[in-house]
């Protein structure tokens, strides 16, 4: 996993949670763990696209869980 | 046009604002936007600290210090005050029952705020029969919706628990409501989003007409159908000639909810997915068709700034699915959360806009609509947002209706945090729908979604017709 890419996700992520960052960690899931709702995963999905020039399908973002599963996704799309 | 008020600036107001005050203005009742509730919690409070705290809680949230403001051309602005200088109120309820202390605030949620230049809610900190003490909250819609409500309750609790309790840090500071009210507006001014958002909903309306879905059946389509002469009509009057409503609420208990929420976890939907599933499935049933409208309110809070800055921010917009009966409950879901992602990436349109241009893609008699109700799914409570502070003790929230609404009938579901049950509250208007229609409603709904929750393989039309 980039870790540079996670660390750039993490602090998108505590503008959506009320979280620390060293409360994130890659086997953190969205909802059950960090308490995103799915209409703040789908905001964040915009920022995503903006700030990694990046165009996220939306089906196969739904069936992303964890932060790793989100850094290794935009890893594919970066790629 | 009007550039300040009393010394300060003024705004427009936002999209979600306008659709509040186009509701006002087509309701005889102006009470119509007010949202009353109260919570009480089982221990004895220091009323001046208390006090106190209500204070510092309006000072750090800017919505609650919003005042309203019309032009000689009749545009309505809106503005911030710098300090609130009001008293707070204390009541105390002791030798009432709690039935008449209960009607007493439910006859305070009925009086509406004044229209100009005066505070749009009101704290009253109240001492219940039942020995429970707290606050009662009132608000206007215009200005406060469920989250922000409970946004600056929880403020008012961490901010007295800071004042009274060790170790217990004070709160993080709100969001700005008007940095959050200009961005709103930037979008709204034909931003590069709201084309891409506008594009979207527009296609999506042109796709083809919706067809109106009865409650217990096709009757008011038929009706609709006869009185205009139009056997094609699409549409149907739904609400009656009285906004006069009622509140009736439904309890889950916790087992059953337990179990919906473990299909939620285990296919990774959220629990409004199903609910839209269970709701568009009886619809289905009543009516034979496989094409299911009803409106779906977005809370449109996403990042922490939104989430603390207050205010009123939910677009309500008709949500659209077309299954055959042969798909299956878990496609069901599945679809409805790939459609409903995609509706959350534009849900900042503006709902009236998408409205006139339905209603110019599809002409028909002013006054009939394709959606027999409304939706919302309030997942947020108290309790995990500031009352664990207070440790064991028990406490009560309760809602206060207003007693008029403007729709047939609209549900609201919301987590109960005392024993992790589900709250169906439906607000209907008394004429329209009765209270035996949503226990009909309210028994098969269960059903279906149980149902399918059990058998997610099983196609909609086997649901149908096995519950």
Redesign the interface.
């Known amino acids: 996993m980039e870790v540079k890419m996670f660390e750039k996700l993490v602090e998108i992520i505590c503008?959506?949670?009320?979280v620390e960052p060293e409360q994130v960690k890659p086997e953190s899931r969205f909802?059950?763990d960090l308490g995103f709702?799915?209409?703040?995963f789908?905001?964040?999905?915009?920022e995503i696209e903006d700030e990694f020039e990046v165009e996220i399908d939306?089906?196969q973002?739904?069936?992303i869980?964890t932060v790793q599963e989100a850094v290794g996704y935009l890893e594919q799309l970066t790629a | 046009m009007m550039r300040k008020r009393k010394g300060y600036p003024v705004y427009p107001l936002t999209a979600a604002q306008k659709f509040h005050f186009f509701y006002q203005n087509s309701c005889p009742k102006k009470e119509v936007l007010n949202i009353g509730t109260s919570l009480t919690i089982e221990t004895e409070l220091d009323w001046d600290a208390l006090r106190q705290a209500i204070y510092k809680a309006y000072e750090r949230c800017e919505s609650m210090r919003v005042r309203f403001a019309k032009d000689k051309e009749g545009t309505w602005y809106q503005y911030v005050v710098d300090k609130e200088e009001r008293e707070i109120e204390f009541v105390d309820f002791s030798g009432k029952t709690m039935e008449e202390a209960e009607a007493i605030m439910q006859k305070w949620t009925t009086k509406p705020f004044p229209a100009m230049d005066a505070p749009m809610n009101r704290v009253v900190m109240i001492h219940m029969p039942d020995g429970y003490n707290g606050l009662y909250f009132l608000g206007d819609h215009r200005l406060v919706d469920a989250q922000s409500l409970i946004c600056f309750l929880k403020d008012i609790i961490e901010l007295y628990c800071n004042a009274k309790f060790e170790g217990v840090p004070y709160p993080k500071d709100m969001a700005s409501y008007i940095e959050q009210l200009q961005k709103d507006l930037a979008y709204e001014q034909n931003s590069k989003a709201q084309q891409r958002d506008r594009e979207y909903f527009e296609k999506l309306i042109e796709t083809s007409e919706p067809i109106y879905n009865g409650l217990l059946g096709p009757q008011k389509l038929e009706a609709a159908r006869e009185r205009f002469g139009d056997p094609a009509l699409r549409a149907a009057m739904d609400v009656s000639d009285s906004v006069d409503s009622a509140l009736d609420i439904f309890h889950l208990e916790a087992e059953p909810t337990k179990r919906l929420m473990d299909f939620c976890e285990k296919y990774h939907v959220s629990l409004v997915c199903l609910l839209i599933m269970g709701l568009r499935t009886y619809f289905q049933k009543m009516n034979g068709n496989e094409d299911v409208s009803i409106h779906t309110a977005i809370a449109r809070r996403a990042t922490i700034k939104e989430k603390k800055s207050g205010g009123t921010r939910i677009h309500s917009f008709p949500f659209r699915t077309i299954f055959p009966e042969s798909m299956t409950f878990l496609e069901g879901v599945y679809k409805i959360r790939e459609q409903q992602n995609e509706m959350f990436r534009h849900a900042n349109y503006n709902p009236v806009e998408y409205f006139i241009h339905r209603a110019k893609t599809y002409p028909h008699p002013q006054g009939l609509t394709y959606e027999p109700m409304s939706l919302t799914y309030q997942p947020m409570t108290l309790q995990e947002k500031g009352l664990d502070q207070l440790g064991e003790i028990r406490y009560k929230t309760k809602w206060y209706p207003n007693g008029a609404t403007t729709q047939g009938m609209y549900l609201t579901v919301m987590h109960r945090p005392e024993d992790n049950g589900l709250d169906f509250n439906f607000e209907h208007q008394v004429k329209a729908v009765s209270r035996q229609d949503l226990e009909y409603l309210y028994y098969y709904l269960c059903k279906i979604m149980f149902k399918g929750a059990e058998n997610p393989d099983l196609p909609i039309g086997d649901i149908i017709r096995l519950v």
């Open positions: 503008n959506y949670v009320e909802m059950e709702t799915s209409f703040d789908m905001s964040m999905l915009g939306e089906t973002a739904a069936n869980r």
